[in-house]
């Protein structure tokens, strides 16, 4: 099973700056099949990224997300206020499908 | 519009048996991989289980194994999930997801129900 670890667990930051979002691999992810979620408070999960890094139908430009094997991250350019949420990323290589614990990006 | 809708949740006894279903519409189902994703009250979500095209194909997490199983009509565009021996640690919401691709079982899931609770407690 590949398990994933995402950090921070929280990052505090105010509306108009840049969030930095980690997602470590226990082993490379083949394909880059690696996908990040947006969770808001009462809502269901909302797919943003695939493929480690191509945007889902509908997502702004300001989400992005790089990197490859162990290794990757999600970056929001500027946060919005509806941006305010929990990210989680999961890997879809091999079975069992497996999710992060998720980080909160909650409003400094 | 895509629409996945839930249904079956409530409350079970442990050890009893629930079965959720998933009402899909909006796409053509048979050309999707189905899944089954929980997440316990104020927890992360948790992958469950996978359900090939034709359902000749199924997958499961660890902590389902043996207990869960999961299956589809295409005929009736409808995803199960029969839970037995139910635990404490089964109470959470359960959402039906669809997979992205057509052409390979390994894809993420693009549209999400909006989940079923299921509470197991004496």
């Known amino acids: 099973e590949i398990v994933l670890t995402q950090s921070p667990g929280t990052l505090s930051l105010s509306p108009g700056e840049r969030a930095t979002l980690s997602c470590r691999a226990s082993q490379s992810v083949r394909g880059n099949y690696l996908a990040w979620y947006q969770q808001k408070t009462g809502q269901t999960p909302r797919l943003l990224i695939y493929g480690a890094s191509s945007r889902a139908t509908g997502i702004p430009d300001r989400f992005s997300g790089s990197g490859s094997g162990t290794e990757f991250t999600l970056t929001i350019s500027r946060l919005e206020s509806e941006d305010f949420a929990v990210y989680y990323c999961q890997q879809y290589s091999n079975s069992p499908w497996t999710f992060g614990q998720g980080t909160k990006v909650e409003v400094k | 519009e895509v629409q996945l809708v839930e249904s079956g949740g409530g409350v079970v006894q442990p050890g009893g048996s629930l079965r959720l279903s998933c009402e899909a519409s909006?796409?053509?189902?048979?050309?999707?991989?189905m899944h089954w994703v929980r997440q316990r009250p104020g927890k992360g979500l948790e992958w469950l289980s996978f359900i090939s095209w034709s359902g000749g194909a199924t997958e499961y997490a660890d902590s389902v194994k043996g207990r869960f199983t999961i299956s589809r009509d295409n005929t009736n565009n409808s995803l199960h999930l029969q839970m037995s021996s139910l635990r404490t640690e089964d109470t959470a919401f359960y959402y039906c997801?669809?997979?992205?691709?057509?052409?390979?079982?390994?894809?993420?899931?693009?549209?999400w129900g909006q989940g079923t609770l299921v509470t197991v407690s004496s």
């Open positions: 909006g796409f053509t189902f048979e050309a999707r991989t």
């Open positions: 997801a669809k997979g992205q691709d057509t052409t390979t079982w390994y894809g993420p899931l693009d549209s």
